[in-house]
């Protein structure tokens, strides 16, 4: 590091801080730049959001700074009540808290067997499972619409809303996401559980216990951060998806966030004060979850970078 | 491993065999057949969808050449600079006391969905300087404002006075500013897995080479690289699948006007608006081809990595 070669360099400690200080001062203003490049386009939203719909159209977010009096939820309170985003919201949780859960159960059944089962055709079997990560989801979707246009049950299930399958069906769009985050989910958890110790499984087994005792009584117990990773990976997917909503589910009531947006860009392009309060309201989970739980949430995006 | 029934291992297998059995190795196949045949899927049509995207004919909805030229300029123009951005930055915070600070906000853009980005860009490169941030920038500098999203002259047009001139495909102003996006979403991910690379380097491996004599750059080029290097193939293997992938982001914010469609949203366009399932599918296909090589790739590391665990 520089500061050796400074510190072989003559008397006058002032001069050394001095040195060093200004040595190290375009590293800082490099790094505090981009900080902030990364950081004003996600504030100036949600400056925005606050801002009355007047001054959003006639003057930049930043002079909203110097007049925090004028700061306002009238388009919170628009976007929820006239523009279906409260919907959008419910709708969005509807659709990613079970294929979060399903992803999770399944996985975990299939990553034990790969982990800890002997069986013919094991490995390639897995190899074909990797080869799948990378499978781009456009190669599925024109059968898959077709196959659900032909097995549709329509009606409207309670509470929820929706047919029952297919088309136009919450219960559709989970088994979608479900299958379509399994070989992420089994890639993950199946590393995982064969990284555990094979005396538990060893002891466990000479004492009677059934693989189904070892899988809920050992293994899960023990899986903690990685089914955490996991979740928080898939339910961020889930979340962020907007492909998969957009050919599956016709109608517009069931419309999760990301798909109300879209609709709301196409009809409101430029009316910001609609725009910006949408697009904040579903990054509030995103967000939180994250600066909540960093630490998974890093570990689950690293993990699941080569996911197609 | 003790004695089990053959069969017990296949029963805890069956939900996902099932699972991915019809979500995503039929619909492959199927993907693949309906590519030969016309757009109801009914006759067979040989090549000729493939024969459509290569000829490009203006009966197309869209400009097939223009999406293809598009995607290969997100493949090396993103893919580099998310890459070389994140290495440098990985570097830099690792010299300083506030890294987990200054990683953390070039990353929280991963949280966001594409959807929300494109909403937060389309309002950055607002063309009105009283509204769109970049643009304020720009007349703050005495430059006249851009229509980024919908220029499709030359990149350096905006920076330098040239008069104004078509630029050939893809090298157009709205692309550029586009894959500015994809960065400022991305670089955040390059930059974390690249640290965490850069700190699995032996302190006393950079310490012996300091005492030698060894420059920073020499310590970058000859110890940092080399030792990086499969993880910056990995990272760069990421998002190269993110590039083909690319949908949403351009769907949101330009909806492929003013030349600016990628393969994936010409898919889109053709399978499910216009309904021509022959081309849609034959696109599909284009993207698949253009995985093949990372999925030998993620398979081949895969086998290594079992093989010295």
């Known amino acids: 590091m520089s500061t050796q070669r400074l510190s072989a360099l003559p008397p006058g400690r002032f001069r050394d801080t001095l040195r060093r200080l200004f040595g190290r001062a375009p590293l800082h203003l490099v790094i505090i730049a981009m900080c902030i490049v990364w950081s004003v386009p996600t504030v100036a939203l949600l400056v925005s959001s606050f801002r009355d719909p007047r001054a959003i159209a006639s003057s930049g977010w930043w002079n909203a700074l110097f007049h925090p009096a004028q700061w306002t939820l009238t388009n ?69 619409l077709r196959l659900y246009s032909e097995i549709t049950i329509e009606g409207s299930v309670p509470v929820i809303g929706g047919n029952f399958f297919g088309v136009g069906s919450y219960s559709g769009l989970w088994i979608a996401h479900t299958a379509y985050g399994l070989p992420f989910a089994i890639f993950l958890l199946r590393n995982f559980f064969g990284a555990l110790p094979r005396e538990l499984f060893e002891s466990a087994h000479l004492d009677g216990a059934s693989d189904l005792t070892i899988f809920f009584r050992i293994v899960l117990p023990l899986s903690g951060p990685a089914i955490a990773a996991l979740a928080i990976f898939q339910f961020l997917w889930v979340w962020q ?63 699941g970078s080569v996911k197609g | 491993m003790i004695g089990r029934a053959w069969w017990i291992p296949w029963l805890w297998l069956a939900p996902t065999l099932a699972l991915l059995g019809v979500f995503l190795v039929y619909p492959s196949v199927d993907t693949v057949r309906r590519s030969f045949l016309d757009e109801r899927s009914r006759e067979f049509v040989g090549f000729d969808n493939y024969q459509t995207i290569i000829d490009n004919p203006n009966s197309l909805a869209a400009d097939t050449h223009a999406a293809l030229l598009n995607n290969m300029l997100w493949l090396t123009v993103f893919t580099a600079v998310c890459v070389g951005l994140g290495l440098i930055m990985a570097v830099m915070t690792a010299r300083v006391r506030y890294e987990a600070a200054a990683k953390a906000a070039i990353f929280v853009p991963m949280a966001i969905s594409f959807v929300a980005v494109a909403v937060i860009w389309r309002f950055m490169y607002e063309v009105d300087p009283d509204v769109g941030t970049v643009n304020a920038i720009f007349s703050e500098l005495g430059k006249d404002p851009v229509a980024w999203l919908n220029n499709t002259q030359s990149p350096q047009r905006p920076f330098v006075d040239l008069p104004p001139a078509d630029s050939p495909a893809p090298f157009q102003v709205n692309n550029f500013a586009l894959i500015a996006v994809g960065v400022w979403n991305w670089t955040g991910f390059t930059l974390v897995i690249l640290s965490a690379g850069l700190k699995s380097i032996p302190d006393d491996v950079m310490e012996a080479a300091r005492v030698d004599g060894a420059g920073e750059w020499q310590i970058f080029r000859r110890i940092i690289l080399p030792i990086m290097s499969p993880t910056i193939v990995v990272v760069t293997t990421t998002l190269v699948i993110q590039t083909l992938k690319t949908f949403d982001l351009v769907f949101v914010m330009t909806n492929g006007r003013f030349k600016t469609d990628v393969v994936a949203t010409l898919f889109y366009k053709e399978a499910f608006v216009f309904r021509d399932f022959g081309v849609g599918a034959a696109l599909a296909v284009v993207l698949l081809l253009f995985v093949v090589p990372i999925m030998v790739l993620t398979i081949r590391r895969f086998q290594f990595q079992e093989e010295i665990r």
């Open chain 1, 241 to 303: 998806d907007l492909l998969v909503a957009l050919v599956l589910l016709g109608d517009p009531k069931l419309a999760p966030m990301t798909l109300q947006i879209t609709n709301l860009v196409n009809s409101f392009g430029s009316n910001y004060q609609v725009l910006t309060a949408a697009a904040f309201l579903s990054m509030i989970v995103p967000l939180l979850i994250f600066f909540a739980l960093q630490r998974y949430f890093v570990q689950g995006i690293l993990a």
């Open chain 1, 76 to 144: 919170y309170d628009s976007v929820l009540s006239a523009r279906g985003m409260s919907d959008a919201f419910v709708n969005s949780l509807i659709i990613t808290i079970p294929s979060t859960l399903f992803v999770i159960i399944v996985a975990a059944f299939a990553a034990y067997a790969f982990a800890w089962m002997k069986f013919p055709f094991r490995n390639p079997l897995f190899l074909i499972f990797v080869a799948l990560l990378v499978v781009p989801l456009q190669m599925t979707l024109i059968p898959i």
